[in-house]
């Protein structure tokens, strides 16, 4: 059983794990495969968040297990959070699982194929209490070549009421501040020029190891990293905000104006019942200290309608700030009621009709604020990460602004090259010459950017 797949599920900070276990098994001597059909043994590597996600999953898993009665597929191993939340039920439920992965056991997946095959071997539960961190320069990345996660924590010691992380992935632990640059220096020297830092609270990093908010710290310090380009920050907490970090973005000189603000709600009552902290006039006078100090700065954040008792008074109060505000890029979920949450013990008041209207609401909103601020981008140059050719055509390329995050932003479309050779990787420097509601269109105009 040499040849190995994986089929990776959820976010980025799933797609390290993935990673992970990937180098491992290379290093194991296992040859990785990305065609399913010609795979000895098969990880899916689950999401367990919401409800989708978790569906997503199970499904995945059995259209796999059919492979084992109709391909050549021998072994079947569920990994991820599905699996910490569920592993003896979806072992007992999905027979055809010949093993069971929790989190923070990504380093052991090597050690467990052969346990698989050995005389009398049955399923196996691997699975202890949450925690532990994936990373390192051993990774054998799935992503773009160009384009890095650093996944710089694992766990959350917040208690949000709607949130099952804590159970799926533990308190904060942090990684250290030398072993993240070194990974950092690593994935440049392979070719990365943009690194985005995960974690479940990244704005919380560093409290446990270093009794301290560490991220400006970390920010100086891979600022330093030579060949670096840009640096992100994905999945930040506002109240976490100090002016000190807030400086070291602004000072950085490869921190991009992006702020990645997963705010949920804007109503003081629904933020108390989600366990959050801060109020409305908190998180305004959070977004006015951002932008007055990290000029031009993109902001974008996501929201939760449908909470528990939500009403349509705390619901205007949320379509109201999100129009003051008027964030850059957003994201809006309906509620899921998720059994293990605090929220979860209660009643799902608010009917998913409900949900779904204020959803498409706010969604319909955000185009209107999307368009304009895109719009009024057009005739300016920007500087662009070039990705490749667009899946849409290969008459165009695809690339990103530094206010676009990979995967979860819009993009840009370059029709004019000016006969410049494009490669991924590459910053160019564009002229906006057309804007839509997520993306835009321009023409490269000038020499490589900075």
Not at 79 to 102: F, H, K, M, N, W
Not at 230 to 243: G, H, M, S
Not at 346 to 364: F, I, N, S, T, W
Not at 400 to 412: C, H, K, L, N, S
């Amino acid at each position: 059983m040499k040849k190995v797949g994986m089929i990776n599920l959820g976010c980025p900070k799933n797609q390290v794990d993935a990673e992970v276990m990937l180098g491992r098994l290379k290093a194991a001597g296992y040859e990785l495969t990305p065609d399913a059909n010609q795979a000895d043994v098969i990880i899916v590597n689950t999401c367990g968040f919401i409800g989708e996600a978790k569906e997503e999953s199970i499904d995945t898993i059995l259209e796999m297990a059919q492979l084992k009665e109709h391909g050549k597929l021998k072994k079947l191993i569920a990994t991820g959070c599905l699996t910490q939340r569920y592993g003896q039920d979806l072992a007992d439920s999905i027979p055809e699982l010949d093993a069971v992965v929790g989190n923070g056991r990504e380093a052991d997946i090597a050690d467990l194929i052969p346990a698989l095959t050995a005389p009398g071997a049955g399923q196996l539960i691997h699975i202890g209490a949450p925690g532990g961190l994936s990373g390192g320069a051993d990774r054998l990345r799935i992503g773009a070549p160009h384009s890095a996660y650093i996944k710089i924590a694992e766990g959350c010691s917040k208690r949000c009421s709607f949130c099952i992380i804590p159970h799926l992935r533990g308190d904060l632990v942090s990684r250290p501040l030398e072993e993240i640059k070194a990974e950092a220096r690593a994935l440049v020297a392979q070719g990365v020029v943009e690194i985005n830092l995960i974690s479940q609270d990244t704005t919380n990093y560093g409290v446990d190891l270093y009794r301290q908010k560490s991220l400006p710290e970390l920010i100086r310090r891979l600022s330093a990293v030579d060949g670096l380009r840009w640096l992100r920050l994905l999945y930040t907490y506002p109240t976490d905000y100090t002016d000190t970090l807030l400086d070291a973005l602004a000072e950085s000189p490869v921190a991009v104006p992006y702020i990645d603000l997963p705010l949920q709600h804007a109503a003081t009552s629904v933020l108390q019942r989600m366990n959050r902290r801060g109020s409305t006039e908190d998180l305004e006078r959070l977004i006015e200290r951002i932008r007055t100090r990290i000029p031009g700065v993109a902001l974008r954040s996501s929201f939760i309608v449908g909470f528990p008792g939500e009403n349509d008074a705390e619901f205007g109060v949320l379509r109201d700030f999100i129009a003051r505000t008027g964030f850059d890029r957003m994201g809006v979920f309906t509620y899921s009621h998720e059994e293990g949450t605090a929220a979860g013990a209660g009643r799902d008041d608010v009917p998913e009709e409900v949900k779904e209207a204020r959803r498409a609401e706010l969604m319909q909103m955000q185009e209107g604020i999307s368009a304009a601020k895109l719009s009024a981008l057009v005739g300016r140059t920007v500087d662009v990460l070039v990705e490749g050719l667009s899946e849409e055509t290969d008459l165009l390329y695809a690339g990103r602004m530094a206010t676009q995050a990979p995967e979860i932003d819009g993009v840009v479309y370059i029709n004019d090259t000016d006969d410049r050779p494009l490669e991924p990787g590459m910053i160019v420097r564009v002229r906006v010459d057309e804007a839509h509601v997520h993306d835009v269109v321009g023409a490269v105009v000038e020499g490589y950017g900075g």
